[in-house]
């Protein structure tokens, strides 16, 4: 069949071009030029109209022009029989591609329908290598309350099969278990179907499969076609081929992976094949170069709309009726609707199968999102590259390859966790560092071969991916929270209590709350550590007793944890410069209000414990700072506390209204005087009045105790009050745990060790 040819219109330009340089313009001098050539043949050149292939060589010859370069390649029309074998060749293709691909396998081994599972995939436009910026430069654009997938606002959408069409050279680009071969098999089943390119002749060719090292393209796709190179090379030129090529990531070696590109690209740029359509997928971090003439998409995440459609095709596709499909999805949504971290998990197909089968399975989502988590990882530990049956990966050393399941995690859970141990930026890692903390964790010799892990882990299943130049980060932020949690809970209490009580780790422990709602398992840990924190010190543990005792004995209809705080506060107001601003957040307002309303032996002892907390204001400030202005009538220090105090005792025990009475008398003889005269009563005689106060309030009320605390008794006490009300504030956070786990907490918070183990033996044994 002979072939024609005509000016492609990219190069139409360049054809005017050399007409003005040549032949100033003029088609008739280009035609007599030619001799045998009509003005109207030159008029059809120009046109972009076919021409047989000589007449069309010998015009770009004379305007110096390579007719391979500039043309567009087609056939004159083929004969009856011709067409005929093309369609017999197009039917069998078309048979071949619905009984091989028109199925695929979900996790639970079940086969079906591309078209009942397949959703509209959104490509992202945009370019697959990572450019030159810097650290924080990168780190602005992390959207971690929105975007935690670091994608930022340099994304644009563009629908899938929109782009399919509008790209005869495509490369397809994707996270593992972004749908990139479910896409590539839908494009080649509707192909089939007449849906996609109705014209062409599908070929897909499964990368994976090779096996020789003498592989050649032509040959793969005669082979698919069912005739030879001949045919095939016929078949090419002609333009009839859509040739679908899937996973050039899974080509086993680094040296045979380019050797497919290059087949590929030669194939692709050949002049004569200009009319064929190429269509190719790899993960995105594998891919070293961008096919020449190719444009590259990376396939987007799954945005709501998406998921909804994925989740009711999926239980459409296992046999559910229509009223079974509802129930199912409105159990889904409502679990991720309450489940931010629990919802991070649908955006791709992979994972949202994984929550698709567990909800079948047991009829609900697991508010503990660990176990999906869990699952969730070790599909991309272990199975991905299994079901695949990639033989003889090259990517990275094989130090990684032969580490075990459990190992991989466990490389994974240390490097989460030392950069959660440095959390001034918990997101992005360098590599040199990130390497060389690969190489001491798994006895490598150097740093060189630690980077080299580092790109099999980013090769296989892409936890790890460079955003940047030599800059890493978790491809997903809840799986590296994930891995944190995994290193927080085989921390000693100890260890946890100390780092708790860190401000910069409090924020980061947020997050991870936040990501593992509900973090029961975590807030537990929490809890534990904090009250190992001062199960040594035998005077802590005698002030805890003291604070439970006194609680107990309090009549006040309120949380006993709310008023231990009150007691824990007051009482160290005086004893450890605390303050009562620092008082645990029980809404203990409310809690205040109720006690001196309701509860007068309460009512009294935080009076008491105001007054005698304002005697250290007086001490520091007559004692410390001599130009202190103080109040000549103490009204403001004393007398109006005292006051109240000897009010509210009087109904309660009159004996201690009358001691407290005394006392104010006391006091008041001093006022009226002048600050020096005061001063020099307060640093002469106040200890024995003070003195005075305490011992009434210890014999009346069993407070104003001088524990006598040392420096690092009080800093203990400071850190374990801190990181009290820190853990108080998780438990405020929406969802952070179940009502029964918030319920044993606050119960237990503030209690001495002896009474952790009698009310919860198993978790404090």
Known sequence: MERSRKLALTNWTKANDALNL??????????????KKSRTTITAFFSQESLSEPEFRKICFA???????VSAVETLAPTQSENDQIEQVRSRCCKKILYQHSTIQLLNQTEIGVDQLYVDVW????????FQVSESTLLKSFDLRNDRLGLGDRVKRNEGMAVAHANARLLILGKPGAGKTTFLKHLAVDCSNDKFQPKLIPVLIELRKIRSMGWNLLDALSE??????????TLLEQGRLLILMDGLDEVPTNSFRRNVQEQL???AQEPKHSGNRFILTCRTQIIEMIPQGFNSVEVADFNDEQVKKFVENWFCASGRNEAEIAQHWQAFSDATKKNPSLNEL???PVLLSLMCLVLQDAGELPSQTASL???????LLEKWNDRKDIAEWEIGKEVYRKLSIDQKEALLIEIAARKFENPGNFVLFEQQDLAQQIANFLKLVDAQEGEAVLKAIEAQHGLLVERADELWSFSHLTFQEHFTIQWLTKLSP??????????????????????QQPADRLLRLIKQAIDHSVLQDAKLQEFLTWIQSKTESTKVDYKSAAIRALYFAFTLDFSCNFSLDYALEFSLDHALELTLNHDLEFAVDLTLAHSLALVRVLNHALGIAPDFEVDPDLDLYLNRPLTRAHTRAYALDPILANKLEKLRIQLLEHVGQDSGSLKRWWNCSSHKWVAELRQTMIEHRNIGHDWQFTKLQEQALQRYYDANRFLIELLKKPGAVTDTVRQEIEDNLLLPIAELKRRSPDQYS
Do not use: C, M
């Not at 040549?22 to 001799?35: C, Q, R, V």
């Not at 946890?496 to 924020?507: G, N, S, V």
């Open 224 to 233: 698919e076609l069912g005739v030879d190179n001949q045919r095939t090379q």
């Open 22 to 35: 040549h032949f100033e313009g003029n088609k008739s001098k280009l035609a007599t030029h030619l001799k």
């Open 265 to 267: 690209q030669s194939l």
């Open 373 to 379: 988590y869990r699952k969730g990882i070790r599909l």
């Open 494 to 515: 100890e260890q946890l209590a100390e780092k708790i009580a860190d401000k910069r780790w409090q924020e980061i422990v947020k997050l991870a709350v936040e990501s």
């Open 123 to 130: 490509l992202l436009d945009r370019s697959p290598r990572t």
């Open 346 to 348: 649908t955006v791709t």
């Open 63 to 69: 305007l110096r022009l390579n007719w391979q370069e």
